[in-house]
């Protein structure tokens, strides 16, 4: 069985949207690209930190999921991290309303033994000094080591981040930051422009419109499942980012074939995050609607023509 290492926040969101809103509740790039990737039964480890405040029963949560949490650090006289925002009516805009780093503004990561010699590694958003100090931790070169990150590094570590993505396969983006990254509005002449920063393979995210993939003049587009109902986007992306590695992680081909179906795989699992708030639709959800939904997507992109 490959292994799988995620890089990333395991933290506590408070959430508000037109639907209602949450306390603090089990959130964090980490834990939702673990959950999705759990899915695909790899086995998987995370490396992050959090509070003495941290409740035990989430570390359980995510052990019950066949996810290792040696690599999470409790540093028991500290805060976790903690994060409150307010979405809009349209849910594709919102505002921070709190944000506080807490122990993660000293976070040095140790990757555990056990994951030292990882076949995938799943760079969360996080600091890029961050990230860069968990690759130079692992000896060996993993099959694959895939990015995701956001335009807050590229306003503010612009250099550290660029040094980051010299070193990885794919990098995972929403459309915003593809065009900051590049400087180009054309989402093509974008992921040209990363191709020659590093990164075989350029991802980008575009919500409810679905998501992008290039590599080497090729592109794929996988639509995003029309929804009656979105509760709550958060960790909608991530989601999509652990499903895309944790198919690629359980089927051990990085081919760009195997990227298509890796996206679509992401696609179908961020689905489902977005039915409930936070990661609650992702803890309870089952073999039979992952396959039902993936059937779904299928019947919206396959059609016949005749071509003359």
Known sequence: MNKLLVVGTVAFDAIETPFGKTDKI??????????????????SGIVSVVGGDFPKS???KLNAKNINTDGIEIIEDGKTFFWKGLY???????????????????FNPVVPQ????????????????VQMSVIN????????????TMNFWMDNTLDELMEV????????????????????????????????????FVVIKKGEHGALLFNNGDVFFAPAL?????????????TFAGGFIGHIAKTGDISFDNMKRAVISGSNLASFCVEKFGTERM??????????????????????????
């Open 88 to 106: 809009h009516n349209d849910l594709n805009t919102r505002d921070t309303l709190i944000t506080d780093l807490n122990v993660l503004a000293d």
């Open 283 to 308: 803890e309870n959800l089952s073999k039979e609607e992952i396959q039902e939904r993936l059937l779904q997507f299928k019947l919206l992109t396959q059609f016949d023509i005749e071509l003359s």
């Open 165 to 200: 993505i010299a070193k990885i396969d794919v990098i995972t983006i929403n459309d915003e930051e593809a065009r900051q990254l590049s400087g180009e509005y054309s989402l093509v002449r974008a992921a040209q422009k990363i191709h020659k920063m590093g990164p075989k």
């Open 114 to 129: 056990q994951f030292i010699d990882t076949d995938f590694l799943m760079l969360g958003n996080l600091h890029p000094a």
């Open 137 to 148: 931790q692992i000896p060996v070169r993993p099959k694959l080591v895939v990015l995701d």
């Open 226 to 238: 029309p929804l009656e109902e979105v509760f709550d986007p958060t960790g909608a992306g991530d």
């Open 58 to 60: 989430y570390l359980e």
């Open 26 to 43: 089990l959130g964090g790039a980490a834990t939702y690209i673990s959950l999705s990737a759990s899915q695909f039964g790899v086995n």
